[in-house]
């Protein structure tokens, strides 16, 4: 059984920094790439970033230059550096992975950890 836990969400004022972490435990496969997603009150879930096995990053434009993901494989974590922060990156921040069930595919989904910018 695979399970992404969450931490480091909080309030914070706009222009501050927070750091999530996302710890996964059980069959985790490090070749899968691990990304943080947010869904923010009343809207749809979106993509953060995501990071490869192999370091390559993607990410969404609203956080471009703000945001930094990482990935340490030897913990089986993954970070979200998140700076200037925005009232509008306001949300329940998920972890997301995949992993393997025989040869099925399945998504891994944390519970979410919350960020609330607000002065």
């Known amino acids: 059984q695979v399970q992404l836990v969450e931490s480091g969400g909080g309030l914070v004022q706009p222009g501050g920094s927070l750091r999530l972490s996302c710890v996964a435990s059980?069959?985790?496969?490090?070749?899968?790439?691990l990304g943080w997603y947010r869904q923010a009150p009343g809207k749809q879930r979106e993509l953060v970033a995501t990071v490869t096995s192999g370091g390559n990053t993607n990410y969404a434009d609203s956080v471009k230059g703000r945001f930094t993901i990482s990935r340490d494989n030897g913990k089986n974590t993954v970070y979200l550096q998140m700076n200037v922060l925005k009232p509008e990156d306001t949300a329940v921040y998920y972890c997301?992975?995949?992993?393997?069930?025989?040869?099925?595919?399945?998504?891994?989904w944390g519970q979410g950890t919350l960020v609330t910018v607000s002065s």
């Open positions: 059980g069959s985790i496969f490090s070749i899968f790439p």
């Open positions: 997301h992975t995949y992993t393997l069930s025989g040869v099925e595919l399945l998504e891994v």
